[in-house]
């Protein structure tokens, strides 16, 4: 492990979720655009993924951009891998890419391919 607790939180996160999405606010009342959008698309496509509101946490809030060395939220992971923030995942939506890679990783959706 590290010296960070706040890498070693997000690890346990990642580790023991799916899909877990750091985001502005909670699934059900997003506080930013881009949360939404990410949200809804994992809702469209029927995914099971924990949302978590980095506004609770400074720490958390500035360590996850660093732990993915990643400047925006959200951050979308699945099976503790980074995929991306609102435009890759929007980006990655509308190709089938996202719907590939969650079939690929084993995360069932209603929607997926």
């Known amino acids: 492990m590290s010296d960070n607790p706040v890498f070693d939180r997000i690890r ?11 985001m502005k606010g909670t699934p ?15 809702s ?3 995914v ?7 506004l609770q946490d400074p720490s ?4 996850i ?5 990643w400047p925006t939220i959200p951050q979308l992971y ?4 980074f995929v991306g923030g609102c435009d890759i995942v929007r980006e990655m939506y509308e190709s089938g890419e996202l ?6 990783k084993g995360v069932a959706g209603s929607q997926a391919a």
């Open 12 to 22: 346990d996160d990642i580790g023991s979720n799916d899909v877990v999405l750091y």
């Open 28 to 42: 059900v009342f997003p506080q930013c655009g881009f949360s939404a959008a990410v949200v809804q698309v994992l």
């Open 44 to 46: 469209h496509l029927g």
């Open 48 to 54: 099971k993924f924990k949302g978590i509101d980095i």
């Open 60 to 63: 958390l809030r500035q360590g």
């Open 65 to 69: 951009k660093e732990f993915a060395s």
């Open 78 to 81: 699945v099976k503790g891998e």
């Open 99 to 104: 719907q590939q890679l969650l079939k690929d």
